[in-house]
């Protein structure tokens, strides 16, 4: 299991290209997603970072290498209020996002969110 961190975008593109140079592979969504939890972590002041992680896979089913990308923010005092904000930022929340943020107070049915049936 490996991690590779990233001060921007760019870096992280260029890691990216390099990788998947043969066959070009990676998910828009995914980028534009963590880049609003980049950005909103940003616009709070906080040093936001991109992180690749590669995690083999452990049952049968799922025994290849993962490729994970994920913003995140290396600081020791996140308010929570902050947290939440960064938490919340992209339009459509991940079930980790969803997770975080009601651990952290937030009701989804007060909010005009829209989820899919699962994550009720
Ligand atoms: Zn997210």
Redesign the pocket.
Known sequence: MSKIEFDDEEKLREFLRKCWRSDPWWDEEIIE??RA?FDKAKELGYNPRYLVEYIQGTNHEDDGIYQFIQAFVKHSSVSDKDLLAICLA?KD??K??IRIAKRLGWKPEENNYVLDGSLK
């Open positions: 997603h963590e939890h992209p929340l991940s980790g996002d």
